[in-house]
């Protein structure tokens, strides 16, 4: 094995086998609303530890969230600040986070606003996330994951050129690309694989079909640790 694996395998079994705080009660719903204001541009950050995460657009408001969890000490920290032209949303898990092990239950149900400029951060430790960004007005996105699955869909029609940036732990991560738009794409995959549909590969990169003209580009910046990654073109 490559031994510059061995931190991410360490980092694996630290969060299958690490649980604080998992005493059960029924399980529990909340509801959180976040209103649009005058920001021309949100930053959304997103911290979980440990779930199944749902992101996706179409909210008339900001944010409609909707959480279920049956840990009391889970419950998550939606915090809103706005300076006027700029905001700041965050979305956090308490603590350090702590794998699914039991009958623990962690769901994350997330609408943004699909007109509001946003940069996407998402930090998650380990489960499933499934990213249906392409209604969103996207301006970056970064994710950083530990281990899981990735599924982050980024077809649509977007109006502005953005970044995507993915690092993974172990696990596989899918994202499929819009066919309007330019697509380069560079990384590695670790131990595992980088598989690619409707790309052509160029020396150290892909790119579509639609790259050389196309209005608006997205680049895709991914490297994973052990497992595979797919970069589906539409």
């Known amino acids: 094995m490559d031994t510059r694996c061995l931190p991410l395998l360490a980092a694996a079994l630290c969060l299958s086998s690490c649980i604080i705080d998992t005493a059960t009660r029924p399980v529990r719903h909340d509801s959180r609303g976040?209103?649009?204001d005058a920001a021309e541009r949100v930053r959304v950050d997103l911290n979980m530890g440990a779930g199944n995460l749902i992101v996706g657009g179409g909210a008339r408001k900001l944010l409609n969230a909707d959480f279920t969890y049956n840990v009391a000490s889970w419950q998550p920290e939606v915090r809103y600040s706005s300076t006027g032209t700029h905001g700041d949303l965050t979305i956090r898990q308490p603590g350090n986070g702590h794998a699914q092990i039991g009958h623990t239950r962690y769901d994350w149900d997330?609408?943004?606003n699909n007109d509001v400029p946003m940069d996407l951060s998402l930090h998650f430790g380990a489960g499933q996330a499934r990213l249906d960004l392409g209604s969103l007005s996207l301006r970056s996105v970064e994710v950083d994951m530990g281990v899981g699955k990735l599924d982050m869909d980024l077809r649509g029609n977007p109006k502005h050129n953005y970044d995507v940036r993915i690092?993974?732990?172990?696990?596989?991560a899918t994202v499929r690309l819009p066919a309007g738009a330019g697509v380069y794409a560079e990384g590695s995959g670790g131990i595992g694989e980088i598989k690619t549909q409707g790309l052509?590969?160029?020396?150290?990169?892909?790119?579509?079909?639609?790259?050389?003209?196309?209005?608006?580009?997205?680049?895709?910046?991914i490297h994973g640790g052990i497992g595979s990654i797919r970069l589906i073109g539409d």
């Open 200 to 221: 052509r590969r160029e020396g150290g990169h892909w790119v579509n079909d639609a790259y050389e003209d196309a209005k608006v580009r997205i680049h895709l910046d």
């Open 34 to 36: 976040i209103e649009l």
């Open 167 to 172: 690092r993974g732990g172990i696990g596989e």
């Open 110 to 112: 997330l609408a943004l």
